[in-house]
């Protein structure tokens, strides 16, 4: 089976091909694409195919897909020309005759009111609109993406948030990644939409109690308020489209629209997951130098 990872120079794709070898898969069955293909020479140095692939190009997808069984379709990061880009990929995977599509959407896609839900659902109504086979996996919040609260907090002593109480379940990439490898080599999960969870459900509080440990100080979670939080983002410099973004995503995590059942990426993988600490530790840990 040949699988093409799309968005393979960016860092989950860059794991899930670390996820697939490590699974046992040969290089020569993985197909690393990607807009540059200049930024995957080290992909390409471990015997693995690299083609030109841009969601926006349509004239990049076909040939990518020759010869393709399965494609982990990455959701694209240009917010309003997502739904369009999928298309273009999903109708040319279809028309390839590609047996798998993976395709990375978000928490309760299709249900949840936040800012990053439409674009998703839209998509995969996309894929059930087409019919291809596929399997959908809703990959929960990023541990990562907290790495930079908890940096400010060595500073401030401080973690801010509209959260509210709200309780996020999410996981590190590698293990996103490495559930998203499981899906693509393993039989049994086509027609699946898997909420794709850590182990772990954590607030904001929880948040500074790990910034506590990793930091040795005292970081406490100050909870604001929707106004409160404009405001500061406000001050800090940032427009309005971001802030109205920032705010109704805050505003649905204190919704609950992350808070999905736990468990969701060991039951794929068959280990746990990474702590929040652990998490956050590695994300924070200094760049290895290079030559």
Known sequence: MTILVTAASGQLGR??????????????????????T??????????????????????????????????LLISGSEVGQRIAQHRNVIEAAKAAGVAKLVYTSAPNASTADYPLAPEHAATEAVIAETGIPAVIVRNNWYIENYAADVARSAETGTVTSSTGEGRIVGATRADLADA??????????????????????????????????????????????TEEQAAALESAGLDAGTIGFVTSLDAGIRAG???????????????????????????????????
């Open 180 to 225: 998203a490898a499981v899906v693509l080599l393993e039989d049994g999960h086509l027609g699946q939409v898997y909420e794709l969870s850590g182990d772990e459900a954590f607030s904001y509080a929880d948040l500074a109690a790990a910034a506590s440990d990793l930091l040795g100080r005292e970081v406490v979670y100050t909870p604001l308020t």
């Open 257 to 291: 629209v992350l808070e999905v059942p736990t468990g969701g990426v060991s039951r794929l993988t068959g280990r746990p997951t990474t702590s929040l600490v652990d998490g956050l530790r590695a994300a924070l840990a200094p760049a290895p130098a290079t030559a």
């Open 15 to 36: 794991l899930v091909i670390d996820a697939l070898l490590t699974r046992g898969a040969e290089p020569s069955s993985i197909v690393a694409g990607a807009r540059d």
């Open 38 to 71: 200049s930024k995957l020479a080290d992909v390409a140095a471990r015997g693995i195919r690299t083609v030109e692939l841009d969601y926006g190009k349509p004239e990049t997808i076909a040939p990518a897909l020759d010869g393709v069984d399965a494609v």
